[in-house]
């Protein structure tokens, strides 16, 4: 016991490079321990884009296609659907709800959806987080639009503005759906999400605003149909680009993925979005390795300072170390003493390091969350993360033998010889 007290006071004498030393292992093992907690929550974060969404169901092609063009707004469908196929499926006995979507046009880059009110109500993100609306409310009428809250932020609108809605998805649209101009009747709250980048209106809306285009080509000034005549009542939807399902029972999901790939009347394709998310992740997941590249040179760093501020102090130390033999103390004592300022060092560096990073996450979280869609969650430390704390712990040990035996091989009268 007396060896672990004779460590603390031999570190108390030295408080100038013990408290560098220490302040170096704490940033070490919170930028870690924060890397860490950043890559956990860009995983997480891009595999519950979408939550609680059992199955999505569009033309037949490529999974991960539709998975970017129905989640990311990235890319277009290769054909659409009927939507007597939608109707029959949303009546299915094992479908709980439906969520259509209608994709197609777009409004100064970003794209619009068209879907109905299920949308605002079943649709889930980050695990269990509900749309909320900022302003206003859900579209009533045929041309009524919602804006994401990205979309109100850069655009600037604010509730009853016009929209004039562009055909196709480019940035640069050269026919416009000018003669059916929407008004704007709500904001959605930030969800960090693609939601936030796009434009809702209801599937009425988007069957009205291409009702008198002939062969992909917009009506003759003044032949189209008058906006003032069209209605909910009078607008038939006959196709929609997919739609998301949740099902009453999990057991029943693959079953029903087979009913709809298998489906006799028009080709249709059913995944499931947790499954092609992780193999979208798996495909860019070098920037995931980079991170944890960082986050390990980071703490070897770290710990090779202690080690060299250890090692560079026994010069130093030369004498107390030849004192405390020559007072009958033995040279395993000395090997044990070098070994304890080591387990100080990185146990109380590691302590506030914990501590710095949960008081860093407790006011990064939500600017992380807003500015790069990254959330972060604040909750106790995880097995994982308890190992890689173990693990650190374990290495600054074995580094600690380095300095301990050149102590342990110092000999009396080596430390009494006074050198010139």
């Given at each position: 016991?007396?060896?672990?007290?004779?460590?603390?006071?031999?570190?108390?004498?030295?408080?100038?490079?013990?408290?560098?030393?220490?302040?170096?292992?704490?940033?070490?093992?919170?930028?870690?321990?924060?890397?860490?907690?950043?890559?956990?929550?860009?995983?997480?974060?891009?595999?519950?884009?979408?939550?609680?969404?059992?199955?999505?169901?569009?033309?037949?092609?490529?999974?991960?296609?539709?998975?970017?063009?129905?989640?990311?707004?990235?890319?277009?469908?290769?054909?659409?659907?009927?939507?007597?196929?939608?109707?029959?499926?949303?009546?299915?006995?094992?479908v709980?709800?439906?969520?259509?979507?209608?994709?197609?046009?777009?409004?100064?880059?970003?794209?619009?959806?068209?879907?109905?009110?299920?949308?605002?109500?079943?649709?889930?993100?980050?695990?269990?987080?509900?749309?909320?609306?900022?302003?206003?409310?859900?579209?009533?009428?045929?041309?009524?639009?919602?804006?994401?809250?990205?979309?109100?932020?850069?655009?600037g609108?604010?509730?009853?503005?016009?929209?004039?809605?562009?055909?196709?998805?480019?940035d640069?649209?050269?026919?416009?759906?000018?003669?059916?101009?929407?008004?704007?009747?709500?904001?959605?709250?930030?969800?960090?999400?693609?939601?936030?980048?796009?434009?809702?209106?209801?599937?009425e809306?988007?069957?009205?605003?291409?009702m008198?285009?002939v062969?992909?080509?917009p009506?003759?000034?003044?032949?189209?149909?008058d906006?003032?005549?069209?209605?909910?009542?009078?607008?038939?939807?006959?196709?929609i680009?997919?739609?998301?399902?949740?099902?009453?029972?999990?057991?029943s999901?693959?079953?029903?993925?087979?009913?709809?790939?298998?489906?006799?009347?028009?080709?249709?394709?059913?995944?499931?979005?947790?499954?092609?998310?992780g193999e979208?992740?798996?495909?860019?997941?070098?920037?995931?390795?980079?991170?944890?590249?960082?986050?390990?040179?980071?703490?070897?760093?770290?710990?090779?300072?202690?080690?060299v501020a250890i090692?560079?102090?026994?010069?130093?130390?030369?004498?107390?170390?030849?004192i405390?033999?020559?007072?009958?103390?033995?040279?395993?004592?000395?090997f044990?003493?070098?070994?304890?300022?080591?387990?100080?060092?990185?146990?109380?560096?590691?302590?506030?390091?914990?501590?710095?990073?949960?008081?860093?996450?407790?006011?990064?979280?939500?600017?992380?969350?807003?500015?790069?869609?990254i959330?972060?969650?604040?909750?106790?430390?995880?097995?994982?993360?308890?190992?890689?704390?173990?693990a650190?712990?374990?290495?600054?040990?074995?580094?600690?033998?380095?300095?301990?035996?050149r102590a342990?091989r110092?000999?009396?009268?080596?430390?009494?010889?006074?050198?010139?």
């Open positions: 016991m007396y060896v672990v007290s004779l460590a603390l006071k031999s570190l108390w004498n030295r408080r100038l490079a013990t408290v560098l030393t220490v302040v170096s292992i704490a940033f070490s093992v919170s930028l870690f321990l924060g890397i860490e907690r950043i890559r956990i929550g860009a995983h997480e974060g891009f595999a519950h884009t979408i939550s609680k969404t059992d199955l999505i169901v569009g033309a037949k092609g490529g999974t991960v296609q539709l998975l970017l063009y129905t989640v990311f707004r990235i890319g277009s469908a290769t054909d659409n659907m009927s939507y007597e196929s939608f109707e029959e499926f949303s009546q299915h006995p094992d709980a709800w439906t969520i259509p979507y209608s994709l197609g046009d777009s409004h100064r880059g970003f794209r619009v959806v068209g879907t109905n009110t299920n949308f605002y109500k079943y649709y889930q993100y980050l695990r269990d987080r509900h749309i909320q609306f900022e302003k206003g409310n859900e579209p009533q009428g045929v041309f009524d639009v919602v804006m994401g809250s990205a979309v109100a932020e850069k655009l609108y604010k509730l009853g503005d016009p929209v004039v809605l562009s055909h196709g998805v480019s640069v649209s050269f026919q416009e759906h000018g003669d059916k101009p929407f008004k704007v009747v709500g904001v959605l709250k930030r969800t960090a999400t693609p939601i936030d980048r796009s434009l809702y209106i209801t599937l809306g988007m069957e009205a605003i291409h008198d285009w062969d992909g080509a009506p003759l000034e003044g032949q189209g149909v906006p003032k005549d069209l209605s909910a009542d009078n607008i038939k939807v006959e196709q680009t997919a739609f998301l399902l949740g099902t009453k029972s999990r057991i999901v693959l079953q029903l993925q087979r009913d709809i790939n298998d489906y006799e009347f028009e080709p249709l394709m059913a995944i499931i979005p947790g499954v092609v998310l979208l992740w798996d495909g860019i997941s070098y920037a995931e390795n980079g991170l944890r590249v960082v986050s390990f040179f980071v703490i070897v760093v770290g710990l090779l300072g202690m080690l090692y560079n102090s026994l010069s130093e130390r030369r004498r107390e170390m030849a405390l033999r020559s007072l009958g103390v033995g040279a395993s004592v000395v044990r003493l070098m070994l304890y300022e080591s387990m100080f060092l990185t146990g109380i560096g590691a302590l506030l390091g914990i501590v710095l990073m949960y008081i860093v996450l407790l006011v990064s979280q939500p600017l992380m969350e807003e500015s790069f869609g959330f972060v969650p604040i909750e106790g430390l995880s097995l994982q993360e308890g190992l890689y704390l173990a650190i712990f374990g290495f600054s040990m074995l580094l600690a033998v380095v300095p301990a035996v342990y110092n000999t009396l009268y080596d430390g009494l010889t006074i050198r010139t």
